[in-house]
């Protein structure tokens, strides 16, 4: 196991702890955790202040309403819990190319973002045409058994480990 | 309006969670995907067998519904792929993306302002994807007890004894 960093938790009691939520969520609110979605209804935000009518028209954006909702609401959430916690424990870092990427690839930004970007457009079309995300299908879906949660979650890594080792070759140790 | 604030409430305490356990990062993420770190995976796991008990549990005692999403073959499969290859190239997931920024890893920005391509690209592809790919093998809102025809306390009993398991293997490993 790689040493913790300073402040770190056991990613078997965070991640038990973020079981707590999900359900605590389920309980009160009757929602299940999930952030695809909110990447439509946002991109919709955006469109619609440029096209209205259009929007108005597209029928995945009749299924899907660019308002803010619930899990909106929650990936802002995400982003505020994520700034608390690296703040307050020092393990904030402004960083524009990671670690692991810089190591094979070099300091160079513009390939990582142009990745970056390009993985994102690629990846968030998948995860609406399988309807959900790590989050959707992976947390919620599998803890409730669904059938396809297992499936999505099992195609994630194979599609996921695929790249990963064109981008890294083979799964030597290091 | 009450509803908004639990998404935020829930939101913070997951992304204060995702920061703690260090799933956030890039690293982490093709850690699990070159399969030498299994960070993400004991904290996904971790979270998901709790979950199951608790969401059965309080469907069970009626305090809650089951929210199932359909499987379509050609939906999840193809899209699932498709998902994973992008995650791959990205190093973040749609929720993680955001927690990524808020640790100050800004390459993830970028990945945000893709996803919300993506997501506009689907918009326009959804009538055709409808009529086509979300056609292909569509069982319904399936879940393994129902297709298993077994009780879903002896799946869960089963889903902790396997991740126990699975646990132990990855720490004598050191993954």
């Known amino acids: 196991m790689q040493p913790k960093e300073n402040g770190g938790w056991s990613p078997y009691l965070a991640g038990a702890l973020s079981g707590l939520v999900s359900i605590g969520s389920v309980w009160i609110a009757g929602k299940y955790f999930g952030a695809s979605t909110t990447f439509v209804r ?38 505020i819990g994520a700034l ?32 970056a970007f390009v993985g994102g457009t690629i990846g968030m079309f998948g995860a609406r045409l399988a309807d959900g995300c790590p989050s959707g299908h992976g947390l919620s879906g599998s803890m409730q058994l669904a059938v396809s949660g297992f499936v999505a979650l099992v195609c994630f890594f194979l599609g996921g480990v695929i790249v990963a080792r064109l981008l890294y070759g083979g799964g030597e140790r290091q | ?92 997931c749609p929720g993680t993306s955001l ?34 790919v979300l056609t ?10 129902q297709v298993l025809g077994l009780n879903h306390w002896f799946i869960i009993t089963l889903f902790i004894i396997g991740g126990l398991y699975l646990f132990r293997w990855f720490e004598k490993k050191g993954l």
């Open chain 1, 42 to 79: 946002s991109a919709g935000m955006v469109e619609k202040a440029v096209n209205p009518e259009r929007v108005a028209q597209m029928p995945y954006f009749a299924k899907e309403m660019p308002i803010i909702d619930w899990q909106w609401m929650f990936v802002v959430g995400i982003f």
């Open chain 1, 84 to 115: 608390i916690a690296s703040t307050t424990s020092g393990s904030f870092r402004w960083q524009a190319v990671p670690d692991m990427w810089q190591e094979r690839y070099g300091p160079v930004r513009w390939k990582r973002w142009l990745t």
């Open chain 2, 1 to 92: 309006m009450t509803t908004l604030i639990y998404g935020l409430v829930t939101g913070i305490l997951f992304g204060f969670l995702l920061q703690k356990g260090r799933v956030l990062r890039y690293d982490k993420q093709l850690g699990a995907l070159r399969l030498i770190d299994m960070t993400i995976v004991k904290f996904m796991l971790s979270a998901v067998l709790v979950g199951m008990v608790g969401v059965y549990l309080l469907n069970d005692l009626g305090l809650a519904k089951l929210s199932i999403k359909p499987m379509i073959v050609g939906g999840v499969v193809i899209g699932g792929l498709t998902f994973g290859v992008g995650w791959g190239l990205l190093g973040y």
């Open chain 2, 99 to 132: 927690g990524a920024f808020g640790e100050g890893r800004w390459d993830s920005l970028l990945g945000i302002v893709g996803m919300l391509c993506g997501a506009a690209l689907y918009a326009e592809a959804y009538p055709t994807m409808k009529a086509t």
């Open chain 2, 136 to 145: 292909w093998g569509d069982f319904g809102k399936i879940t393994l007890p």
